[in-house]
């Protein structure tokens, strides 16, 4: 077993597969070099010198430079490395894309919903309009399990702080998260809770909700009961006689939306979780399947890689207006665009955003990008999208949700308990974190590193996320109760 990897061979590093002790000679894809210091594991080793400028190469594309003189054999680091990241960039459309080789959809059992779309649970949510009735929604839950039946997975309310004191794009975004999650096929009814006297008015959502079935939304406005816990719980039950009309049915994996997402990122991320999420991607858009990338601010110094992959200059236009959008809006608010990775990455040997983002792309798969979605925006072309949302782990996956995925894939070298309104399917970048936090995940990706083959792995996730959808399985997250509600602040609060 060789002591470090080279992921391409252009690149200039390799990744420590263990601490590397000063003098440990090391093989690395043909290369036999001395490690002149201590490497930790998941950190980079120098296969060559990098002299002071020069481009620091991994994933065959550069992650920033070499801010001193790096020896062969030096740990390549934060110490000596810096970001190349900083202004808006202007791009051309060079379109280099494969198609994928078409495949029959596997099937699975699911829920088809009035609207056309598949869900893969049978719930009922309590969404508020606004933070003041978080408390109540949860009352109601608690009061509402006596309606629960084996045809419904569960009855969950689901709390945020905001849908007041909000202005303009501010509470726009609010309410399409909210009205993503009323509307989503996971759901079979849906109780909207609001106050009375808050912007973000029911009135003001039935008009970004636009039709709904009233059978499976209903409404109540907490000023108006005597006893609101009660007639709310009243509505949830009539919701859950609703709901246990619906039974599974047959679908092919070409109805499922994934959402793709990582936190708490090593540096095995991109070589292993991320690298399984993406043959995954492919596996499921080749049989007709949708996937959903998000966290824009990690797609800087990679966005090249999906702009090539773009279906069309429309599509590419989209995806520039995404990377720049994104980037004003750190500038606006005074922030440097390369102000990540984390600490917790940085510990992992995630050295720069380009190490991070070049890392993170890997969930992409290499399937043509067919569309870019604003926040919010629900999606509608089969195939490999790119979503606009921050990196935060919550908010990005609570968009995922609202824009139609049924389940999201997150990969972590660090470990979450985190979910989000939908499955949330916990991926180890490495087999110590999978083993020592067996309650919080779900898959192993970190097998890669042991011999384990690619394909296989990636089957074998496509398998779980199968019967995931069936309700066979549940996620750990599902198993923890992990549920949570996470919307982007960007505006004044009055």
Known sequence: MEDS???????????????????????????????????????????????????????????????????????????????????????????????????????????????????????????????????????IEDHAQKFLSPEIDGIFSYSHPYGCSQLGDDQRNTQKILCGLINHPNAAGVLVLGLGCENNSIAKMKKVLGNYNADRVKFLICQDCVDEVEAGTKLVGELCRYAREFRREPFGANELVVGLKCGGSDGFSGITANAVTGAFSDLLVSQGGTTLLTEVPEMFGAEQILMQRCRNEEVFEKTVSLINGFKSYFKRYGQKVDENPSPGNKAGGITTLEDKSLGCVQKAGSAPVEDVLDYGERVERHGLNLLQGPGNDLVAACALAASGANLILFTTGRGTPFGCPVPTVKIASNSALAAHKSHWIDFDAGRLLSGESLPALSQELFELVLSIAAGTVRTKSEALDKRELAIFKDGVTL
């Open 5 to 139: 990897i080279r992921i391409h061979k252009d690149d200039n590093v390799a990744v420590a597969l263990h601490e590397l002790k000063k003098g440990d000679c090391v093989f690395a894809s043909g290369f036999k070099i001395a490690a002149s210091e201590t490497i930790p594991a998941g950190h980079k080793i120098a296969l060559a010198e990098i002299p002071q400028g020069a481009p620091v190469i991994k994933y065959r594309f550069p992650i920033g430079s070499a801010s001193v003189p790096i020896a062969q054999g030096a740990w390549v680091h934060t110490h000596n490395v810096k970001s190349r990241l900083g202004n808006l960039l202007e791009y051309r459309y060079q379109p280099d894309f494969k198609e994928l080789a078409k495949m029959p959809a596997a099937p699975f059992l699911g829920y088809r919903r009035e609207n056309g779309r598949v869900g893969i649970r049978n719930e009922v949510w309590i969404i508020p309009t606004v933070g003041c009735v978080n408390a109540v929604a949860k009352q």
